[in-house]
């Protein structure tokens, strides 16, 4: 891409000291000049920087002209061209898009998620009625200790209360029911 040459810069600084000092009537003046002068170029230059995405280029040129009009003060007037500032925020500008993605997983859309199994609760309910079948068959003594330690989740010690026998009771019951248990659900086709 050709820059202007020496014209052009005369160009450019006839204009940008034209449009100083800025007041808020020269504003439709400002974008319509800098839209005129730097458009075509610019996009050019970002359409490079985005692969070829016109959209995006198009996203980043407006941004960039927003950036120039903003900052038209702290511009140099004696500089031959506003490109290589242009050039530079524009750059920046697809860089920090870049990152901004990178850091975002990409949207995948509806597809994988119509596929996507989500649990319905039918499995727990299953396993709740398959075990409650398995306690069945255990011994009175075995099913009331695994009912107070298990489901009601107490403590060796608060079980031992609860049901009046020893500690050492509870804890070799609840071992032999425990093994009671895994053998009636193997049997059952139940693996753990």
Known sequence: MAFPGAR?????????????????????????????????????????????????????????MIRAWRSLDQLDVEAGSLMPWLATVARRIVIDERRRRGARPQEAGEGPLENLQTPDGMEDLLRG?????????????????????????????????????????????????????RVVLEEMGVTP
């Open 8 to 64: 052009g810069r005369t160009k450019a600084r006839t204009w940008l000291r034209a449009l100083r000092p800025v007041t808020d009537a020269d504003d439709e003046l400002i974008i319509a000049r800098l839209y005129e002068e730097y458009h075509d170029p610019l996009l050019a230059f970002v359409v490079r920087q985005t692969g070829g995405d016109r959209q995006w280029a198009e996203d980043v040129v407006q941004e960039t």
């Open 129 to 181: 009625v398959v075990v409650s079948e398995a306690l069945k068959s255990l011994s009175p003594a075995h099913r009331e200790v695994l009912t107070e330690t298990v489901l009601r989740d107490r403590t060796v010690n608060e079980a031992a209360e609860v049901l009046g026998i020893p500690v050492g009771t509870v804890k070799s019951r609840v071992y032999y029911a425990l093994r009671a248990l």
